[in-house]
């Protein structure tokens, strides 16, 4: 799609943003987000962290933003999620089947499904979540052989990483911290450990 000015072409947003719901879909949205204050018991979505809000809003905005390009979008639906039908997850799933990897068909039904037991969590959908657990059985998750090294390469990398530490660097901060570096390379290598652990530790 081109812009009036004969521009660079524009992408058409995949996803609808929380305030271009449909009226019940938002407010329903915003009272799940709503957190936990004092006595008052949060949302059925305050339990969880930003991010993943912010995730599951945009994997559920998608679905929505499919809907409204095929013209099954309803502005004026009630109750909230009440357009997560099977006819429409159908339609939405055949879209996207050829486009993407069996784990992301599988991360769409999941979150969509989530999304929906949120903003309606009293309404049943057993049907959508057997849909998910179809897709899940089906998944083959990418090879990642290709990006594994080997932990010969990385002690030598962190060696080399030392040596030219102190070699080349002039300034004592900079071969300060290029041993350091090479030392955390060639440690993590040879002792994996947590983040947070690795983090702590203290020479001397």
């Known amino acids: 799609m081109k812009d ?42 305050s339990h969880l962290a930003p991010v993943s809000q912010a995730d599951i809003a945009a994997r559920y905005g998608r679905f929505l ?25 159908e339609t939405y799933m055949a879209d996207f089947t050829d486009k993407v990897n069996s784990v992301t068909a599988w991360n769409c039904i999941y ?5 929906t037991q949120l903003l309606s969590p009293t309404e049943d959908f057993t049907w959508l979540t057997e ?9 083959e998750p990418r090879s990642k052989f290709d990006r594994l090294v080997m932990t010969e390469q990385l002690v030598e990398v962190g060696l080399s990483l030392i040596t030219e530490a102190k070699a080349v660097a002039k300034a004592p901060i900079k ?16 002792c994996p450990s947590r983040k947070k652990n690795f983090a702590a530790l203290e020479i001397d």
Do not use: H
């Open 111 to 115: 979150k969509l499904r989530r999304a």
């Open 65 to 89: 933003g499919f809907l409204k390009r095929i013209g099954r979008l309803d502005f004026n639906n009630a109750p909230a999620a009440s357009q997560v039908t099977p006819a429409n997850v």
């Open 175 to 190: 071969r300060a911290r290029g041993i350091r570096n090479g030392l955390m390379v060639a440690l993590l290598a040879l």
């Open 131 to 139: 849909i998910e657990k179809d897709l899940e059985l089906l998944q």
């Open 4 to 45: 009036r000015g004969g521009g660079k072409p524009q992408k058409t947003r995949q996803s609808l943003p929380v305030d271009e719901w449909p009226e019940a879909d938002r407010l329903a949205w915003q009272a799940a987000c709503r957190p936990t204050y004092r006595l008052r018991k949060g949302g059925s979505a």
